[in-house]
């Protein structure tokens, strides 16, 4: 693949991009499915946008699922084969460029958004200093993660069996860069304020095996060995019929002065 932004991690960064090559579109074909007091996850993610001007630059956008719930979409990923998905589904326009180096200019845009991202991008200190340098002073930006929490406690121990299966606890590699505390140092240097910061917890329905299967393949897990694949698929088809729950976080972020 051509480097679009030399990463740290360059295992990290080639894991992402097989894993997105081989299953474009698997984030959204999961949290399309995922409700909570009558919304989805991108819905959810576009709320505190619903009166902003366009255009409005989705980071790390995959497939293209904010497209349907925002006005003036500009979605950028590092993943071909994703942005292949969006235009497959008449979205756009796209480009493909690296949230750590934006070809943007300073202070361009109103407005951005981020679905799932922050949680994988490498590294993300410098996604966030672009976010903050191609928003405009009084610019707003959305980002929502996976959370620990809230989990009803029989779900949380569907998790934890899971954990056990595979042998390994589901994490990120920002997880700790975006723990409040962390997280709200990490943006005040670059001049964003975390103006709200809240969790929800979206109902996934298992319907059948291939429901089962899909959420399990979301999960990052490189190099994981293929019989705890399988741990982890038994642990799952004692919810198929059921439902999971899929705890989300959302954060909201103002761009403030300009960055140095
Ligand atoms: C979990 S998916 C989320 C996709 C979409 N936003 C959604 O919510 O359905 C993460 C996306 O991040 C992209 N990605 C990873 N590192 C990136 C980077 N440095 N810059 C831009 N996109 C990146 C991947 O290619 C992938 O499409």
New binding site residues.
């Given amino acids: 693949m051509r480097a679009?932004?030399p990463?740290p991690n360059p295992p990290w960064?080639a894991y992402?991009?097989r894993f997105?090559a081989d299953r474009?579109?698997?984030?959204?074909r999961i949290?399309n499915r995922c409700h909570a007091d009558g919304i989805d996850?991108?819905q959810w993610c576009a709320q505190p946008l619903a009166d902003r001007p366009g255009p409005i630059l989705?980071?790390?956008?995959?497939?293209?699922?904010?497209a349907d719930r925002l006005h003036g979409w500009i979605g950028?990923?590092?993943?071909a084969a994703?942005l292949g998905a969006a235009r497959d589904r008449q979205r756009g326009p796209v480009m493909r460029?690296?949230?750590?180096r934006l070809p943007i200019r300073t202070g361009a845009l109103d407005t951005a958004t981020?679905?799932?991202?922050m949680q994988?991008?490498?590294p993300v200190a410098e996604?966030l200093s672009e976010l903050a340098r191609v928003l405009r002073p009084g610019g707003r930006a959305t980002l929502?993660l996976p959370a620990g929490g809230p989990t009803p406690w029989r779900h949380a121990v569907t998790y934890g069996r899971l954990q056990v299966a595979l042998r390994q606890r589901i994490r990120y590699p920002n997880d700790n860069r975006l723990r409040p505390a962390a997280l709200r140092q990490a943006t005040t240097a670059v001049g964003l304020q975390v103006s709200d910061d809240e969790r929800l917890a979206f109902t996934l329905p298992l319907d059948t095996a291939a429901h089962a299967d899909e959420l399990l393949t979301?999960i990052y897990l490189p190099g994981i060995d293929p019989a705890r694949l399988d741990a982890g698929r038994r642990v799952l088809a004692g919810r198929i019929g059921s439902t999971l729950t899929v705890p989300l976080r959302r954060i909201v972020l103002e761009r403030t002065e300009a960055s140095g």
């Fill in positions: 679009l932004h990463s960064a992402l991009q997105h474009p579109g698997i984030t959204e949290l996850p991108y989705d980071l790390a956008c995959g497939s293209g699922p904010m950028t990923d590092t993943s994703e460029a690296s949230a750590t981020c679905s799932m991202g994988i991008i490498d996604a929502v979301s």
